[in-house]
T-cell receptor, first 114, second 111 residues
Framework: AQSVTQLDSHVSVSEGTPVLLRCNYS??????LFWYVQHPNKGLQLLLK??????LVKGINGFEAEFKKSETSFHLTKPSAHMSDAAEYFC????????????FGGGTRVLVKP | SQTIHQWPATLVQPVGSPLSLECTVE??????LYWYRQAAGRGLQLLFY??????ISSEVPQNLSASRPQDRQFILSSKKLLLSDSGFYLC??????????FGSGTRLTVV
Protein backbone atom coordinates (compact mmCIF):
# COMPACT_ATOMS: atom_id res chain seq x y z
CA ALA A 1 0.00 0.00 0.00
CA GLN A 2 1.11 3.53 -0.58
CA SER A 3 0.34 6.79 1.20
CA VAL A 4 1.30 10.43 1.10
CA THR A 5 1.43 12.92 3.96
CA GLN A 6 1.67 16.63 3.38
CA LEU A 7 2.84 17.97 6.68
CA ASP A 8 1.29 21.44 6.40
CA SER A 9 -2.31 22.08 5.40
CA HIS A 10 -1.63 25.84 5.08
CA VAL A 11 1.53 27.81 4.37
CA SER A 12 1.74 31.60 4.42
CA VAL A 13 4.72 33.41 2.90
CA SER A 14 5.58 36.94 1.90
CA GLU A 15 6.16 37.75 -1.75
CA GLY A 16 9.82 37.35 -2.62
CA THR A 17 10.60 34.92 0.22
CA PRO A 18 11.30 31.18 -0.15
CA VAL A 19 8.53 28.59 -0.20
CA LEU A 20 8.85 25.11 1.31
CA LEU A 21 6.07 22.52 1.02
CA ARG A 22 6.78 19.28 2.82
CA CYS A 23 5.78 15.83 1.64
CA ASN A 24 6.53 12.36 3.01
CA TYR A 25 5.47 9.17 1.30
CA SER A 26 5.37 5.44 1.81
CA UNK A 27 5.38 2.93 -1.00
CA UNK A 28 6.08 -0.75 -1.41
CA UNK A 29 7.58 -0.19 -4.84
CA UNK A 30 10.00 2.18 -6.49
CA UNK A 31 7.73 5.19 -6.56
CA UNK A 32 7.03 7.86 -9.11
CA LEU A 33 6.35 11.13 -7.34
CA PHE A 34 4.62 14.25 -8.56
CA TRP A 35 3.70 17.73 -7.47
CA TYR A 36 0.51 19.26 -8.87
CA VAL A 37 -0.90 22.74 -8.42
CA GLN A 38 -4.56 23.67 -8.45
CA HIS A 39 -5.60 27.28 -8.78
CA PRO A 40 -9.12 28.24 -7.65
CA ASN A 41 -11.82 26.68 -9.82
CA LYS A 42 -9.24 25.21 -12.16
CA GLY A 43 -8.03 21.70 -12.88
CA LEU A 44 -4.72 20.21 -11.84
CA GLN A 45 -1.49 21.27 -13.47
CA LEU A 46 1.69 19.22 -13.25
CA LEU A 47 4.59 21.12 -11.70
CA LEU A 48 7.21 18.39 -11.80
CA LYS A 49 7.74 14.64 -11.53
CA UNK A 50 10.34 12.21 -10.28
CA UNK A 51 10.67 8.86 -12.05
CA UNK A 52 13.94 7.35 -10.76
CA UNK A 53 16.29 9.61 -12.68
CA UNK A 54 18.01 12.63 -11.08
CA UNK A 55 16.99 13.13 -7.45
CA LEU A 56 16.76 16.91 -7.83
CA VAL A 57 13.88 17.64 -10.14
CA LYS A 58 13.26 21.02 -11.72
CA GLY A 59 9.73 21.98 -12.70
CA ILE A 60 7.81 24.85 -14.15
CA ASN A 61 7.55 28.37 -12.67
CA GLY A 62 10.81 28.07 -10.73
CA PHE A 63 9.75 25.15 -8.54
CA GLU A 64 11.99 22.22 -7.74
CA ALA A 65 11.82 19.15 -5.51
CA GLU A 66 14.37 16.76 -4.11
CA PHE A 67 13.75 13.04 -3.75
CA LYS A 68 15.37 11.68 -0.57
CA LYS A 69 14.88 7.95 -0.33
CA SER A 70 16.46 7.67 3.13
CA GLU A 71 13.97 10.19 4.49
CA THR A 72 11.06 9.10 2.22
CA SER A 73 10.55 12.75 1.43
CA PHE A 74 9.84 14.80 -1.69
CA HIS A 75 9.71 18.42 -0.53
CA LEU A 76 8.82 21.20 -2.96
CA THR A 77 10.69 24.50 -2.90
CA LYS A 78 10.86 27.82 -4.69
CA PRO A 79 13.48 30.47 -3.88
CA SER A 80 11.19 33.46 -4.29
CA ALA A 81 7.40 33.38 -4.04
CA HIS A 82 5.21 35.29 -6.46
CA MET A 83 1.62 36.37 -5.92
CA SER A 84 0.55 33.99 -8.69
CA ASP A 85 1.86 31.06 -6.62
CA ALA A 86 -1.15 31.33 -4.32
CA ALA A 87 -2.93 28.02 -4.89
CA GLU A 88 -3.32 24.53 -3.50
CA TYR A 89 -0.48 22.06 -4.02
CA PHE A 90 -0.72 18.29 -4.03
CA CYS A 91 2.05 15.76 -3.55
CA UNK A 92 1.25 12.52 -5.35
CA UNK A 93 2.72 9.01 -5.48
CA UNK A 94 2.05 6.58 -8.28
CA UNK A 95 1.34 2.91 -7.78
CA UNK A 96 3.40 0.89 -10.25
CA UNK A 97 1.02 -2.05 -10.14
CA UNK A 98 -2.08 -2.53 -12.32
CA UNK A 99 -3.85 0.68 -13.15
CA UNK A 100 -0.99 3.02 -12.23
CA UNK A 101 -3.20 4.67 -9.69
CA UNK A 102 -2.29 7.96 -8.06
CA UNK A 103 -2.49 8.52 -4.33
CA PHE A 104 -2.82 12.16 -3.36
CA GLY A 105 -1.73 13.94 -0.23
CA GLY A 106 -4.25 16.10 1.57
CA GLY A 107 -2.99 19.26 -0.10
CA THR A 108 -1.25 22.41 1.11
CA ARG A 109 -2.90 25.73 0.56
CA VAL A 110 -0.36 28.51 -0.07
CA LEU A 111 -1.10 32.12 0.75
CA VAL A 112 1.26 34.78 -0.58
CA LYS A 113 1.24 38.11 1.19
CA PRO A 114 2.32 41.29 -0.60
CA SER B 1 -1.65 16.31 -29.28
CA GLN B 2 -3.51 14.72 -26.43
CA THR B 3 -6.47 16.54 -24.90
CA ILE B 4 -9.14 15.71 -22.38
CA HIS B 5 -12.64 17.16 -22.30
CA GLN B 6 -14.79 17.14 -19.22
CA TRP B 7 -18.25 18.65 -18.81
CA PRO B 8 -20.14 20.38 -17.42
CA ALA B 9 -17.85 22.75 -15.50
CA THR B 10 -20.40 23.40 -12.77
CA LEU B 11 -23.59 21.64 -11.80
CA VAL B 12 -26.24 22.16 -9.15
CA GLN B 13 -28.54 19.21 -8.60
CA PRO B 14 -31.25 18.43 -6.02
CA VAL B 15 -30.94 15.51 -3.64
CA GLY B 16 -32.34 12.36 -5.20
CA SER B 17 -31.80 13.43 -8.79
CA PRO B 18 -29.64 11.45 -11.25
CA LEU B 19 -26.14 12.42 -12.35
CA SER B 20 -24.11 11.93 -15.49
CA LEU B 21 -20.65 13.44 -15.93
CA GLU B 22 -18.81 12.76 -19.15
CA CYS B 23 -15.14 12.71 -20.00
CA THR B 24 -13.59 12.14 -23.41
CA VAL B 25 -9.97 12.06 -24.51
CA GLU B 26 -8.35 12.73 -27.87
CA UNK B 27 -4.98 11.95 -29.31
CA UNK B 28 -4.48 8.54 -27.79
CA UNK B 29 -5.85 5.02 -27.85
CA UNK B 30 -6.51 2.57 -25.03
CA UNK B 31 -5.67 5.01 -22.25
CA UNK B 32 -6.04 4.26 -18.55
CA LEU B 33 -8.88 6.51 -17.34
CA TYR B 34 -9.65 7.71 -13.82
CA TRP B 35 -12.33 9.54 -11.85
CA TYR B 36 -11.22 11.48 -8.77
CA ARG B 37 -13.21 13.48 -6.27
CA GLN B 38 -12.13 16.32 -4.04
CA ALA B 39 -14.51 16.99 -1.19
CA ALA B 40 -14.44 20.44 0.40
CA GLY B 41 -11.26 20.94 2.44
CA ARG B 42 -9.90 17.52 1.58
CA GLY B 43 -7.46 15.99 -0.88
CA LEU B 44 -8.24 14.05 -4.00
CA GLN B 45 -9.65 10.57 -3.70
CA LEU B 46 -9.66 7.96 -6.45
CA LEU B 47 -13.20 6.75 -7.18
CA PHE B 48 -12.87 4.58 -10.28
CA TYR B 49 -10.32 3.58 -12.85
CA UNK B 50 -10.53 1.75 -16.13
CA UNK B 51 -7.86 -0.01 -18.16
CA UNK B 52 -10.14 -0.76 -21.12
CA UNK B 53 -13.65 -0.74 -22.57
CA UNK B 54 -16.15 -2.16 -20.10
CA UNK B 55 -13.46 -2.63 -17.42
CA ILE B 56 -14.17 -0.64 -14.29
CA SER B 57 -12.52 -0.90 -10.89
CA SER B 58 -14.06 0.81 -7.89
CA GLU B 59 -11.84 2.09 -5.15
CA VAL B 60 -14.43 3.36 -2.71
CA PRO B 61 -17.93 1.94 -2.09
CA GLN B 62 -20.40 4.74 -2.67
CA ASN B 63 -23.47 6.05 -4.35
CA LEU B 64 -21.72 6.44 -7.69
CA SER B 65 -20.96 4.22 -10.66
CA ALA B 66 -18.76 4.50 -13.74
CA SER B 67 -18.93 3.16 -17.25
CA ARG B 68 -16.64 3.09 -20.26
CA PRO B 69 -18.77 2.48 -23.34
CA GLN B 70 -16.04 3.50 -25.79
CA ASP B 71 -12.26 3.48 -25.69
CA ARG B 72 -11.95 7.21 -25.08
CA GLN B 73 -15.14 7.88 -23.12
CA PHE B 74 -15.54 7.60 -19.36
CA ILE B 75 -18.84 8.38 -17.61
CA LEU B 76 -19.57 8.93 -13.93
CA SER B 77 -23.17 8.37 -12.88
CA SER B 78 -25.55 8.22 -9.98
CA LYS B 79 -29.19 7.17 -9.83
CA LYS B 80 -29.95 9.28 -6.75
CA LEU B 81 -27.60 11.98 -5.53
CA LEU B 82 -26.86 12.51 -1.85
CA LEU B 83 -25.72 15.71 -0.16
CA SER B 84 -22.39 14.03 0.50
CA ASP B 85 -21.82 13.66 -3.25
CA SER B 86 -21.02 17.37 -3.49
CA GLY B 87 -17.45 18.04 -4.51
CA PHE B 88 -15.03 18.66 -7.32
CA TYR B 89 -14.78 15.78 -9.77
CA LEU B 90 -11.74 15.31 -11.97
CA CYS B 91 -11.29 12.98 -14.89
CA UNK B 92 -7.76 11.93 -15.77
CA UNK B 93 -6.02 9.70 -18.23
CA UNK B 94 -2.61 8.21 -18.34
CA UNK B 95 -0.44 7.24 -21.26
CA UNK B 96 2.94 5.61 -20.96
CA UNK B 97 4.45 8.41 -23.03
CA UNK B 98 2.73 11.55 -21.72
CA UNK B 99 2.01 10.46 -18.17
CA UNK B 100 -1.09 11.84 -16.48
CA UNK B 101 -3.38 14.50 -17.90
CA PHE B 102 -6.28 15.93 -15.90
CA GLY B 103 -9.51 17.47 -17.11
CA SER B 104 -10.60 20.89 -15.92
CA GLY B 105 -13.06 19.39 -13.44
CA THR B 106 -16.75 19.58 -12.58
CA ARG B 107 -17.88 21.31 -9.43
CA LEU B 108 -21.02 19.52 -8.25
CA THR B 109 -23.26 21.00 -5.59
CA VAL B 110 -26.10 18.85 -4.33
CA VAL B 111 -28.84 20.90 -2.67
Amino acid sequence: AQSVTQLDSHVSVSEGTPVLLRCNYSSSYSPSLFWYVQHPNKGLQLLLKYTSAATLVKGINGFEAEFKKSETSFHLTKPSAHMSDAAEYFCVVSDQTAGNKLTFGGGTRVLVKP
Amino acid sequence: SQTIHQWPATLVQPVGSPLSLECTVEGTSNPNLYWYRQAAGRGLQLLFYSVGIGQISSEVPQNLSASRPQDRQFILSSKKLLLSDSGFYLCAWRSSYYGYTFGSGTRLTVV
